[in-house]
């Protein structure tokens, strides 16, 4: 799939004029696995691809190969989409501030942050926790703009308050009139937090059939490992904290969103742990870039903006698969 010639084919669609082409070359040979492992790999798996040989925003099975290869660093920018909104949600709590200016800017419409401040922590242990995977996901956005360089998206308009609220009145955890928010105690961070880690598991997951390159698959091995790092430690201090019933019930609500199939598990079942979501096999589920979309932007159906991105994501990418009845 991530061949030579897709490579090829990526990056003269990943930038205007053969200046940011070489640019983009150069950046992303300083982020040190190339132009397909810095962002082919690394952005699909941010994204999810889906099972293997299915057909995908990204282009349909077979065909034409131009259609196979996302246009204008469209993979790409995906992910940098994303990674906004989890830099930003550990920044804030951990800081009480969101992404500098200079990381923010590109193409498209610059939206800002609403709805995040600080967090109060009262466990020094728990603050620890959050500042680590703060840096890494800031990394992360760090490291897919080095490599788009000029064909990177700007931030999105991201919110926090209302999207949260709406999540959580969704899935049961409080009442319509009530508000949540996702920084205003510990628990409420960590809830907030484990909406999205497990959702950027499965969605590493859903990419692994794709990626048949060595080099490749030793990148996404890492990439995978670190989401799921982040997941665990979510999950851990969850069920340490006895918020489990609370997780099942947000996990009852992302399976309502991305479709028919009941794959999403909470940290508690039959009233035990449950940290590690596996099925009998002990292997973890996957989920495809639309799916992914679907809790993005909190709704079931096709669409192109809402929830956690009022106005959409900025790229080619940005629309959900719509729910099968």
């Known amino acids: 799939m991530f061949g030579k010639r897709y ?30 492992g810095a962002g082919a790999l690394g952005t699909a798996l941010s994204l999810g691809l889906g099972s293997a040989g299915a057909t995908s925003q990204y282009g349909a099975q077979g065909g034409d190969k131009a259609k196979e290869a996302a246009s204008d660093a469209a993979v790409l920018n995906f992910a940098l989409n994303l990674e906004y909104l989890e830099a930003n949600l550990y920044s804030f709590a951990v800081y009480g501030y969101g992404l500098n200016e200079k990381y923010v800017n590109g193409v498209g419409n610059l939206g800002k942050v609403s709805g995040g401040h600080a967090v109060k922590f009262k466990s020094e242990h728990t603050k620890q926790l959050v500042q680590e995977i703060a840096g890494d996901e800031v990394a992360h956005v760090n490291f897919l703009r080095k490599a788009l360089d000029k064909a990177a998206v700007a931030q999105p308009e991201i919110d926090f308050q209302n999207s949260f609220t709406a999540a959580m009145q969704a899935a049961g955890v409080i009442k319509q009139g009530q508000t949540f928010d ?9 809830l907030a937090a484990y909406l999205f880690e497990d959702v950027g598991v499965s969605a590493y997951k859903g990419a692994a059939p794709l990626v048949n390159n060595k080099t490749f698959l030793d990148a996404a091995a890492g990439i995978l490992a670190v989401e799921a790092y982040h997941a665990g430690i979510v999950r851990s201090a969850l069920f340490e904290r ?9 996990s009852d609500a992302r399976d309502s969103l991305d479709g028919k199939a009941d794959d999403d ?26 799916r992914v979309l679907n809790i993005a932007y909190l709704n079931p159906d096709k669409v192109s903006s809402g929830g956690f991105y009022p106005r959409g994501l900025n790229g080619d990418i940005a629309t959900s698969g719509a729910k099968e009845k």
């Open 242 to 250: 006895g918020l489990g019933d609370i997780t099942n019930k947000m």
């Open 7 to 36: 490579t090829e084919q990526l990056i003269e669609r990943s930038a205007e004029n053969a200046t940011d082409r070489r640019r983009f070359l150069k950046a992303a040979g300083a982020a040190g696995l190339g132009v397909a």
């Open 182 to 190: 996702p920084f205003g105690s510990e628990n409420n961070f960590l």
């Open 265 to 290: 598990e909470g940290v508690l079942k039959d009233g035990k742990a449950n940290l590690v979501p596996a099925d009998a096999n002990g292997i973890a589920f996957g989920r495809s870039a639309e």
